[in-house]
């Protein structure tokens, strides 16, 4: 690991200036992602700035919205009892993922803001755009198993991993930020991400210093009846190979609303509004399910090994799907 | 300087900032119960609590523990008596090499607390919440085993 210095944050103000003012430095969490990366050498930042004793640390609920701070930590979010009951797929999105120490640790925005698990990525010795830009992506001629089948250009390939994500995706969530230079931003979730392109190393639209502060949750009709469903190679503690992120309102068995959002599949948190559409006046009813699901997935392009995926993530939708319009509501 | 209290005990140690908590407790302060097995957060080995929750020692810093009460596996027995969850892992048999073993009882005394009535663990409900752990002995049979019997 690189030499660093640590600063501990002592207002949001002073955090966001402090890591606005030095190009090589970023904000630590819970450091699940950041110490992980610095150990392998993907990351080397010059200064760390610690955010994670900020006051921005609590779940504050009203009949119209929550407001959860960004360094909320996740077990905290996934236990939290209005949250499970008002928006249930952010709790199961989060009991999905990580061990009980990670979610322990790591933090809402954290979460979020993670990076993708592609195994070059990962390893300093391999060429990859995203960490070392213009070095070519050895995913696109190596192993791609894991890799994504929707939002991929030339340039990148990977995954964006983040359960929590694919939740906040169909939820109408919104992001409030703090810069380094004083001002504040609120930024819709949709959007947030953004796709690889030429420049897979810009994973969001934040800018350098701007600190993450709350995410905002408004009630939606739907939110009540929503629901996570996540598929990996093993029973437990490990990434999505394919995940989705639903959510119905239902009157007398036709679809009012649907939301739809993809995980384990996509570079980014991935919304898919053709396919709710599609249910829209519809019987809740399998067959529209997998008409949906078939739409979800209507432009993904496979590699050489993850074929797969564009099959398997069809059926988690409509299983999702299915599950959800049999929960009483 | 860095402040750290680990079982109770005030420490102050000259510390790089890079020392995460396992190399402070283990290179620094001689407490060699957590274990490092992957030292990137997959394996559970290195797992203590840090104000009373489970955590992964491995990739927390141990200059942002400033204030923290830590506790590791020697800080559980109460002076010669080991804790039930000790006792358990001995008569269940419920390790082989033994090297997990520190950051599996951290583990299940934490999954002990964090749940409101011990009805609802389940022995899936075990798994589940013990799956950050990793066996590569595979006694996962006899640590479910030691953690029921505690649970009743
Ligand atoms: C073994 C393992 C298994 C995992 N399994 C899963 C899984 O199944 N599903 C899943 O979704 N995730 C999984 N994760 C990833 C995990 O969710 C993230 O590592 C974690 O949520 C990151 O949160 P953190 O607080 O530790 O962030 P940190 O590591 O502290 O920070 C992560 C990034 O966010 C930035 N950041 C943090 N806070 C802010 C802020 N307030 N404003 C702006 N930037 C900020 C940091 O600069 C950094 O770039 C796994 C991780 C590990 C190690
Ligand atoms: S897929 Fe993206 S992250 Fe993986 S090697 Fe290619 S450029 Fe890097
Ligand atoms: S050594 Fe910390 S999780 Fe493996
Ligand atoms: S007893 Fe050997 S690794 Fe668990």
Known sequence: MRPFAYVEGVSVADAAAAVHAAPTAIFLAGGTTVVDLMKLGVLAPATLVDVHRLPLGDIELDDRRARIGACVRNAQLAEHPDIRARWPVVGEALLSGMSPQLRNMSTVAGNVLQRTRCPYYRDPHSACNKREPGTGCAARTGWDRDAAVLGTSPHCIAVFPSDLATALAILDTIIYTRRGDGGARRLPFDGFHRLPGRSPERETVLDHGELVTHFELPDLALSRRSHYLKVRDRASYEFALASAAVALDVERGLVRDARIALGGVATRPWRCPAAEQSLRGRRAEPAAFRAAADLALADAVAGAHNGFKIELARHVVARALTELAARPG | ??????????????????????????????????????????????????????????????????????????????GAHLHPMQLAFIECDALQCGFCTPGQIMSAVALLAEVDHRRELTDVAIRERMSGNLCRCGAYPNILAAIRRVRT
């Open chain 2, 1 to 78: 300087m860095v402040r750290l209290t680990v079982n109770g005990e005030h420490h102050e140690l000259a510390l790089d900032p890079r020392t995460t908590l396992l190399d402070a407790l283990r290179d620094h302060l001689g407490l060699t119960g957590a274990k490092k097995g992957c030292d990137h957060g997959q394996c559970g080995a290195c797992t203590v609590h840090v104000d009373g929750r489970r955590v992964l020692s491995c990739l927390a810093l141990a200059v942002a523990q400033r204030g923290r009460e830590i506790m590791t596996i020697e800080g559980l027995a109460l």
